[in-house]
């Protein structure tokens, strides 16, 4: 168990709707991080939140936006979903320190999301 | 483009055998570099590297970095059928953002 959660499990969506992720952080961790898995390749990074401010960004298009909160849970939004959306979301939590001191990165289980 | 490649993409082999996986990298600015193991969801911390040549071991796995030549292996000895899964390596470019390589398929085999 890594102390990092995320609703639902599993979602099924048309496409052309919206959905909402949600990803609670490990305790401690002020840093979130989420990411799109497609079927056999390696997670990509969408973007991060640090003390509720998007800090980086990854090649997905605006349609993904997200959220932080002061517990430092987060959301992730999908707008206009496409059918090439379908994959596996993950969230991932860190701790950020203005010494750069470099902490690990813990994954929640994953949102499987289908677009049909 | 920051870009990690792994290899073998995938691997076969039968308990108690000995695996090498490898992991290279270019980045633009390097922070650390993690393996994790995947089996269903999340990937599973295994370790983080920041210096070269210093192993790092749990059990029976191990790893080391090579920041002059950018890569670095993970090793697993006297595999066990509970090894199977997919092992992916990433490196952080910044705290929490992380480029994954498209990870080695394992399969270990009775």
């Known amino acids: 168990e890594t102390g990092v959660t995320q609703s639902p499990t599993h979602l099924i969506k048309t496409r052309g709707q919206q959905v909402t992720l949600r990803c609670s952080s490990q305790?401690?961790?002020?840093?979130v991080s989420w990411y799109q898995q497609a079927l056999g390749q390696g997670p990509q990074f969408i973007f991060q939140y640090y003390r509720e401010e998007e800090n980086g960004r990854g090649n997905f298009p605006p349609r993904f936006s997200g959220l932080q909160f002061p517990n430092y849970s987060s959301e992730l939004n999908v707008n206009a979903l496409e059918l090439d959306d379908s994959a596996l979301y993950l969230c991932?939590?860190?701790?950020?320190?203005?010494?750069?001191?470099?902490?690990?990165?813990?994954f929640g289980p994953g949102t499987r999301l289908t677009v049909t | 483009e920051d870009k990690v490649v792994q290899s073998p993409l995938s691997l076969v082999v039968h308990e108690g055998d000995t695996v090498t996986l490898n992991c290279s990298y270019e980045v633009t600015n390097f922070r650390s570099l993690l393996w994790y193991k995947q089996e269903k969801k999340a990937p599973t911390f295994l370790f983080m590297l920041t210096s070269s040549g210093i192993e790092k071991k749990s059990g029976r796995l191990s790893s080391i970095l090579d920041k002059k030549e950018l890569f670095s292996i993970l090793n697993i000895t006297a595999t066990q059928t509970g090894d199977s899964a997919i092992y992916l390596c990433?490196?952080?470019?910044?705290?929490?953002?992380?480029?994954f390589g498209d990870g080695t398929t394992l399969t270990v085999k009775p």
């Open positions: 990433a490196v952080e470019v910044n705290a929490g953002k992380s480029t």
């Open positions: 305790s401690g961790h002020n840093t």
């Open positions: 991932a939590s860190t701790r950020s320190t203005p010494g750069q001191l470099i902490y690990e990165q813990y």
